[in-house]
């Protein structure tokens, strides 16, 4: 029983230093967007951005091929249908830098061609350090995106095992 309770006191101590990736954020960090494949088109931004942690005061970088590609940031609607007409701001030139300042949900896409409708758009959760300390729910898309992910991965495990 006592041999037990050590066990589980001994997880808890050894797990929880690994449940987020970035468990003091005391040093900011660029976050280089689609990190060796850049601002592109043909990369998966949903599961870039899920890999990290994007803390108020870090900052977001945009390299790209400024012929082909530029970035625009947009509201949710916009970047949910992929509409340039009310941009906040629009960039033409790289490696484009975008300073995290205030805790909230940033959103991103290309402009060029029909880039945007492929997936080339990007929305990051910037989360306050003192507050949040990255837990999954915190995430762009809140917990339906998490959970979604999550049967996923459970509906893959089980057709697996069957
Ligand atoms: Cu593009």
């Known amino acids: 029983m006592k041999m037990g309770r050590a066990i589980a006191l001994l997880f808890v101590v050894v797990i929880s230093p690994a449940a987020t990736q970035r468990?003091?954020?005391?040093q900011p960090v660029s976050h280089?967007?689609?990190?060796?494949?850049g601002w592109n088109t043909g990369v998966n931004y949903v599961k870039w951005s899920k890999d990290q942690i994007f803390y108020v005061g870090d900052?977001?970088?945009?390299k790209f091929w400024a012929i082909t590609h530029a970035v625009?940031?947009?509201r949710a609607n916009d970047y949910k249908n992929c509409n340039?007409?009310?941009i906040i701001s629009s960039d033409q030139t790289s490696?484009?830098?975008?300073?995290?300042?205030?805790?909230g949900i940033r959103y991103f896409i290309c402009p060029k061609s029909d880039h945007c409708s492929q997936g080339m758009k990007l929305a990051i959760n910037v989360v306050d350090a003192n507050t949040t300390k990255g837990s999954?729910?915190?995430r762009v898309g809140g917990g339906k995106?998490?959970?979604?992910a999550l049967s996923i991965v459970v509906g893959a495990m089980l057709g697996v095992m069957t």
Request: hydrophobic fraction near 45%; avoid cysteine; proline fraction near 11%.
């Open 23 to 26: 468990p003091t954020p005391d």
């Open 32 to 37: 280089f967007v689609g990190d060796g494949d």
């Open 59 to 62: 900052s977001l970088v945009f």
């Open 72 to 74: 625009d940031e947009v």
């Open 84 to 86: 340039t007409d009310n």
């Open 95 to 103: 490696p484009t830098n975008f300073s995290l300042v205030i805790p």
């Open 136 to 138: 999954a729910a915190a």
């Open 145 to 148: 995106s998490f959970m979604l």
